[in-house]
């Protein structure tokens, strides 16, 4: 799936101003293994990264009308002024990384968008039994922490599972008083 940022004024500003941003589950060990990855394949240093369970991943978060609990369930891919997410994130991600991988996304895009969906969506709702999941955002290895633009949180330990509980916590404190009319 891919959109329109949908955001105007300061917070189209600020994604353009940050460029490309891969948005990623830090505690999952697969999402880290595809950042390590990326990384290695993209030596332009075309791509930033960030967490979701990072306090800087808020207001791009915000700004796209993403819960933090949406945007762990499939990963997102920021470029300037517009968004994609899922298998289309990591298409048009390939198209930046050094050769084959822009070859690899021509000949995925021809697979139908319900297909790589339905792959993508079966691999996301098991990553965690398959892959296993640390209770701290990994950090990543000195060399390209400035592609992080949550470095200093991730470093400090700010990035934790607890922030996904706590928003769990407050959306269904949300569900629970619209139900209720308060």
């Known amino acids: 799936m891919a959109g329109a940022a949908g955001a105007t004024g300061n917070m189209a500003h600020q994604l353009a101003a940050t460029g490309r941003v891969i948005m990623y589950d830090g505690v999952c060990n697969l999402c880290n293994a595809a950042v390590r990855f990326i990384i290695k394949r993209d030596p332009q240093k075309n791509l930033l990264f960030c967490s979701v369970q990072s306090p800087k991943a808020e207001p791009y978060l915000r700004g796209l009308g993403f819960s933090r609990g949406d945007a762990l369930k499939r990963f997102i891919f920021i470029q300037e002024d517009r968004w994609s997410e899922g298998s289309t994130a990591a298409l048009e991600i390939a198209g930046y990384m050094r050769p084959p991988w822009p070859l690899l ?49 991730l470093v400090l330990g700010r990035c934790r599972e607890q922030a996904m509980a706590d928003d769990a916590w407050k959306e269904e404190r949300e569900r629970h008083w619209q139900r209720w009319g308060k």
């Open 105 to 153: 996304k021509s000949l995925m895009a021809a697979v139908p968008l319900p297909v790589r969906e339905a792959v993508y969506d079966i691999v996301a709702a098991n990553r965690y039994s398959w892959f296993g999941r640390s209770k701290v955002c990994q950090v990543p290895d000195t060399s390209v922490l400035e592609r992080f633009l949550d470095a200093e949180d």
